[in-house]
């Protein structure tokens, strides 16, 4: 991302050390975080505490949306929605995919609006007021506080990545990969704990006490953020590309343009009664699909892109719609499988009863325990020179994700006569999940960078993201149509998709390599 910094990187310090430098007798030693700029501190805690909330919220929003309805259990408190399966996975879905859908426009205002400190402060303050708008009762605050909550996620996600890169001495430094992965375990933090505190507090107290309580925990990481922006690099605080007056001008009246199009066509969908849930969900999901289509194809007809540039957009979009199926499937963890865990296995393991929400602490601590384990065993299969390509692990996690699916296939029908299966069977699945993702996200955004054609180096990884954004809508749109994704036919077939997907993918892997060029 560019600069309006003159320079990068900071002075060389004084060969003598200066009269307060690491060369004078009395000079106190910088202070660092595990060997990294203190300012990682304050970006892994305020991204610790935002997973929190993020993930705490999310562990409640399938149980919520059901409790009381057709499909819940007969265990779950009163007081959620009531909502049917199908309209729950369709809301689940749309507010995930809008997540990684508003990461573009977050990533937009923080290198043309705000700066990327200014940006997060804004998008913690937006999560915040989204969780405490969750807390209070009525389905309307509900989904306003969804909303909110989604439009903070995506302004968040990717500014307070850049401020870690900001961090480094270019990247060239040494440290940059340790800082990320550092950084990378508070989100799997945050997000293994949220299940087991707010989904515990929510699911068996109080609904709306467990939402006020991931409000708190984006109020600790707000706190946090405010008080350690003093160790963070001074060009996070600065407008890389700022908007000139005619441009801002420009987008101001587009932009109310539309707001006032959009208030006009609802309000009279609402003043004549006929406003229902697909109003809105049917919009979101469309949205969801043509855009990252759109988004490919102006940059794949951008006729400033050199003949190798062109030539590597074609191999990329093999990732990306691979990609999108992968999603598509891993991310109904958080619905269907989630579903499927509250109402149709037994609420205990060996005697000791536990809430579902806790099956979401399951893949952060699967990918914390894991992770390590893989890379390991990429570099132990490079100094052999067996690693696999980067197509080849591609292809296997979308057939892990496959697998997973045909995994589900077997509690599906032990839990058909109404027997409540045994929580291991999701805990199997989760684990062959996490696998997959562990092939596939990494390496996603590892090709996504490599890929990437000049003019578009700072919006591409905006791009990968748009892959979740595709799957998830179109989850949410055979949900909105009336499909039972719960149904053993319909898994079989997704998890037949996925598996032929990697199965192409490994087949067609010399197009593929030769359409990379010289990535590898």
């Not at 009762?137 to 850049?162: D, M």
């Not at 957009?313 to 958080?334: K, L, P, R």
């Not at 700072?458 to 791009?463: A, I, L, P, Y």
Request: net charge positive.
């Amino acid at each position: 991302m560019a600069s309006s910094l003159t320079k990068d990187s900071p002075d060389p310090p004084d060969p003598t050390g200066g009269p307060h430098g690491p060369g004078h007798p009395g000079a106190t030693p910088e202070k660092t975080f595990f060997g990294h700029p203190r300012g990682l501190a304050t970006l892994f805690m305020t991204e610790m505490w935002e997973r929190f909330s993020f993930y705490g919220m999310r562990a409640l929003l399938t149980i919520y949306l059901l409790s009381g309805g057709p499909d819940a259990s007969k265990g779950l408190q009163e007081g959620g929605l009531g909502l049917t399966l199908a309209t729950t996975t369709a809301i689940y879905s749309i507010y995930l995919s809008m997540v990684y859908l508003l990461a573009m426009p977050g990533g937009w205002l923080g290198d043309r609006v705000w700066g990327p400190r200014k940006t997060v402060t804004i998008a913690a303050c937006t999560i915040m007021v989204g969780h405490l708008t969750l807390a209070l009762p009525g389905s309307g605050t509900f989904f306003a506080g969804l909303a909110l909550v989604a439009l903070g996620s995506g302004l968040l996600k990717s500014n307070i990545s850049t401020m870690v890169g900001h961090l480094y001495d270019g990247p060239n430094d040494p440290r940059r990969d340790g800082g990320f992965t550092i950084f990378y375990m508070g989100i799997n933090i945050g997000a293994f704990f949220a299940p087991l505190i707010i989904g515990t507090v929510g699911e068996k107290y109080s609904w709306h006490l467990g939402f006020a309580l991931a409000a708190v925990g984006m109020g600790i990481g707000l706190i946090v953020f405010l008080l350690g922006t003093k160790h963070l690099a001074p060009r996070s605080s600065h407008v890389p590309t700022p908007l000139s007056r005619e441009e801002r001008a420009s987008w101001l009246t587009k932009g109310l343009t539309w707001l006032l199009i959009g208030s006009v066509f609802y309000g009279v969908v609402v003043f004549t009664g006929n406003f229902t849930l697909n109003w809105a969900m049917v919009p979101l999901t469309l949205a969801g699909i043509v855009i990252p289509a759109g988004v490919l194809i102006r940059i794949k007809r951008d006729k400033d892109l050199s003949a190798a540039e062109q030539t590597k957009m074609s191999g990329y979009i093999w990732f990306f719609v691979a990609a999108a199926v992968f999603w598509m499937i891993y991310d109904q963890g958080g619905s269907t499988i989630q579903a499927f865990g509250t109402t149709k296995a037994a609420g205990e393991v060996f005697g000791i009863g536990f809430p579902t929400s806790w099956y979401q602490s399951l893949n952060p601590v699967f990918i914390m325990a894991l992770a390590p384990v893989i890379a390991w065993l990429w570099l132990w299969l490079n100094r052999r020179g067996k690693e696999p390509s980067t197509v080849v692990k591609f292809a296997a996690g979308l057939a892990f994700v496959g697998v997973s699916f045909f995994f589900f296939l077997i509690p599906l029908v032990l839990a058909a006569d109404g027997t409540l299966v045994s929580p291991v069977w999701l805990v199997g699945i989760y684990l062959i999940q996490t696998v997959g993702e562990l092939c596939v996200s990494p390496v996603g955004l590892s090709v996504t960078t490599k890929m990437a054609p000049t003019k578009y180096a700072s919006r591409m990884m905006g791009v990968w993201f748009l892959a979740v954004t595709a799957g998830d809508s179109v989850t949410g749109m055979l949900s909105i149509a009336g499909v039972d994704l719960s149904r053993t036919g319909v898994v079989a077939l997704e998890a037949a998709l996925a598996t032929l997907a990697g199965f192409a993918i490994f087949m067609y892997r010399k197009k593929v390599r030769a359409l990379m060029g010289d990535v590898r």
